[in-house]
């Protein structure tokens, strides 16, 4: 049984920094993409970003490009989200996706291909 727990969220404010951490437990998760999606109060879960398995190719929602950055472990089996110059705009409920296969037919900003998901963890940006 694979488990993804998120970690880091939390409040800050505006122009602020987080760091979410999100740690795979039950298998490795190293040959597999991951990536973060968010759901904001009132609204659908939306892509925010993505990694493929070796961390070489990297993805980003237009809303976050240019201020957060998505990296990995893969000896430590965690992915990491790297946040900053937050907005109001960016709080939500932040949650870690995994196990999305190399060759999916659904491509890395899609939630339907990711087989593994984390319970969340809240986000709020003060401003």
């Known amino acids: 049984q694979v488990q993804l727990v998120e970690s880091g969220g939390g409040l800050a404010l505006a122009g602020g920094s987080l760091t979410l951490s999100c740690a795979a437990s039950g298998r490795t998760l190293s040959t597999t993409g991951m990536g973060w999606f968010r759901r904001a109060p009132g609204k659908e879960r939306e892509f925010v970003s993505a990694i493929n398995w070796s961390g070489v190719h990297t993805y980003y929602a237009d809303s976050v490009k240019g201020r957060f950055a998505i990296s990995r472990d893969n000896a430590k089996n965690m992915i990491y989200l790297q946040m900053n110059s937050l907005k109001p705009d960016d709080t939500a409920v932040y949650f870690c996706?995994?196990?999305?296969?190399?060759?999916?037919?659904?491509?890395?900003?899609?939630?339907?291909?990711?087989?593994?998901w984390g319970q969340g963890t809240q986000v709020t940006v003060s401003s």
């Open positions: 996706a995994g196990g999305l296969a190399p060759r999916a037919i659904f491509p890395p900003t899609a939630p339907y291909g990711y087989n593994y």
